[in-house]
């Protein structure tokens, strides 16, 4: 005897229940994509026997339509009813700074009820990390302009109150984003709560000037999560030209995570993902170092 179609408590089998289902039963809520595109700048250098000075960036557009009339954002936009987050993500991140062609990795959601003065907007955020050189950034669609800004990451206070049964540790953090005429900033306070095996964050705007929406919230999350992919995964080789001094690459690490690295320490650490070449610098005013590549085959093993 053949197996007959499962049906619910209504008799229906599931064609018949989609044949009838009626999609208006629910509110549906729009749903966006941002995208974080972090860069390592170099700075002007004067002195030509010193490294050139390096430091994080952050593209963002300016906004040319309500809300947020000719404030910053990130870029990013709403997902169409026949396109996937990603295909929307890059979409929009073309149209809107003619960047196309990266690698990109979904970051987090972002839910909260009023998070969008226009309606109900839940955003898939997305985060990347590219060669700014490879790269022709130009202002399209509706954004007015679009421009990188350096990061700055400073923890501002930390407390811990002990609980009843566990602990909870509150965070003030402070971002400012400059570039050569804007200048954004704003606080966030990070409360973790642990009780037992319960572990919970919440994320709280303080203060904002000059940021959209809730991507100051967005800026904050992306950094610490970029510190921590930093230490076990291949992403900073991304900012990276093909060959690099391991001084180069060092600063590259101590200006995302916002520290000094002991050199010995940091040559030992990532021993395997770098490999040797037969080639040297040629700077002027500088002795001639080792040139390295990354391993392709580190992530593999």
Not at 243 to 270: C, H, M, N, P, W
């Given at each position: 005897m053949p197996?007959?179609?499962?049906t619910d408590h ?5 064609e018949?229940f989609l ?26 250098q004067?002195?030509y ?29 709403f ?5 996937s ?5 890059r ?11 990266i690698?990109?990795?979904q ?8 998070r ?9 955020s ?5 060669d700014?050189?490879a ?5 399209g669609d509706?954004?007015?302009a679009?421009a ?6 400073l ?8 609980l009843?049964?566990g602990?909870?540790q509150?965070?003030?953090?402070e ?11 704003g606080?966030?306070?990070?409360t973790?709560?642990i009780?037992?095996h319960?572990r ?12 959209s ?7 904050q ?8 992919k930093?230490?076990y ?12 001094t391991?001084s180069?690459l060092?600063?590259v690490?101590?200006?995302i995570?916002?520290k ?10 990532i021993a395997?993902?770098?490999?040797e ?17 990354y391993n ?6």
């Amino acid at each position: 005897m053949p197996n007959q179609p499962a049906t619910d408590h209504n008799g229906l089998n599931e064609e018949e229940f989609l044949a009838n289902y009626n999609a208006g039963s629910y509110e549906r809520p729009s749903v966006a994509v941002d995208m974080l595109i972090f860069t390592v700048m170099e700075q002007e250098q004067n002195n030509y026997r010193k490294l050139a000075e390096k430091s994080l960036q952050l593209l963002l557009i300016q906004r040319g339509e309500h809300p947020f009339l000719g404030e910053w954002a990130l870029p990013g936009g709403f997902v169409g009813i026949g396109e996937s987050v990603e295909e929307a993500a890059r979409r929009e991140l073309y149209s809107e700074t003619n960047i196309d062609n990266i690698y990109m990795e979904q970051l987090y959601t972002w839910g909260d009820v009023h998070r969008d003065p226009r309606m109900r907007v839940i955003s898939c955020s997305y985060m990347a990390l590219v060669d700014r050189k490879a790269l022709s950034v130009q202002a399209g669609d509706d954004a007015a302009a679009a421009a990188w800004f350096e990061v700055s990451y400073l923890i501002l206070d930390t407390s811990r109150e002990v609980l009843e049964q566990g602990i909870r540790q509150e965070t003030l953090v402070e971002i400012t984003l400059q570039s050569d005429e804007e200048k954004l900033s704003g606080v966030v306070k990070l409360t973790e709560t642990i009780q037992g095996h319960v572990r919970q964050m919440n994320r709280e705007i303080v203060r904002s000037s000059g940021f959209s929406f809730d991507h100051l919230l967005m800026v904050q999350y992306a950094i610490e999560r970029l510190r921590g992919k930093v230490e076990y995964t291949d992403i900073v080789f991304n900012l990276m030209p093909p060959l690099f001094t391991l001084s180069e690459l060092q600063r590259v690490y101590e200006i995302i995570l916002g520290k000094d690295l002991l050199a010995a320490a940091f040559r030992r650490k990532i021993a395997e993902r770098v490999i040797e070449t037969e080639e040297s610098t040629r700077d002027a005013g500088h002795r001639p170092s080792k040139l390295y590549r990354y391993n392709v085959e580190w992530n593999l093993s």
